[in-house]
T-cell receptor, first 112, second 112 residues
Framework: GEDVEQSLFLSVREGDSSVINCTYT??????LYWYKQEPGAGLQLLTY?????DMKQDQRLTVLLNKKDKHLSLRIADTQTGDSAIYFC????????????FGAGTILRVKS | EAGVVQSPRYKIIEKKQPVAFWCNPI?????LYWYRQNLGQGPELLIR????????DSQLPKDRFSAERLKGVDSTLKIQPAELGDSAVYLC??????????FGPGTRLTVT
């Protein structure tokens, strides 16, 4: 399978929580990242987590890391219409010289 | 602090024509990356520079793509001749001492 996999689409109502999931193959990844891409724009670094952490919280964002299952998630609390975008998880893959490999992205649509 | 600057933002060319993209990284960032992002996918690394040295160009199609970063700051990516399949968004990113990569807005290339 792909080195980094994400679900393609998520739709939530404004004010609800959003959870975007990601699975990866390289257990040696030291950092794992979440990026946000709005239409016509580049990628904006949202947050990242070290591999020795299980959780990281940053305002409305919570990142959970399950190293055993190689599963990463991004939770957005109180989702707003401005959160509508494509979210990418990414991690370095040792097999590729620690090159950052991105998932295909999850489209988040927030309904008002 | 200014972010990563790219130009042009959009480019439409006919196949077999040459095209060039320019990137100015964040001041002080020694590492510069060029990515290609096809529609509905995450970015894929084309080439990485450490200062003026290309340290990873394994994914750069060298028959038609070239890149340079002569003074270790600005960089250009060239395609000659362009093919229909080169239509994509070309993203430049830079990083400093940390591992976080910061992206520019990208150049959207359409080859007709």
């Amino acid at each position: 399978g792909e080195d980094v996999e994400q679900s393609l689409f998520l739709s939530v109502r404004e004010g609800d929580s959003s959870v975007i999931n990601c699975t990866y193959t390289d257990s040696s990844s030291t950092y794992l990242y979440w990026y946000k891409q709005e239409p016509g724009a580049g990628l904006q670094l949202l947050t990242y987590i070290f591999s020795n952490m299980d959780m990281k919280q940053d305002q409305r964002l919570t990142v959970l890391l399950n190293k055993k299952d190689k599963h990463l998630s991004l939770r957005i609390a109180d989702t707003q219409t401005g959160d509508s975008a494509i979210y990418f998880c990414a991690g370095p893959i040792l097999e590729y010289g620690n090159k950052l490999v991105f998932g295909a992205g999850t489209i988040l649509r927030v309904k008002s | 602090e200014a972010g990563v600057v790219q130009s042009p933002r959009y480019k439409i060319i006919e196949k077999k024509q040459p095209v060039a993209f320019w990137c100015n990284p964040i001041s002080g960032h020694n590492t510069l990356y060029w990515y290609r992002q096809n529609l509905g996918q995450g970015p894929e690394l084309l080439i990485r520079y450490e200062n003026e040295e290309a340290v990873d160009d394994s994914q750069l199609p060298k028959d038609r793509f070239s890149a340079e970063r002569l003074k270790g700051v600005d960089s250009t990516l060239k395609i000659q001749p362009a093919e229909l399949g080169d239509s994509a968004v070309y993203l430049c990113a830079s990083s400093g001492r940390g591992n976080e990569q910061y992206f520019g807005p990208g150049t959207r290339l359409t080859v007709t």
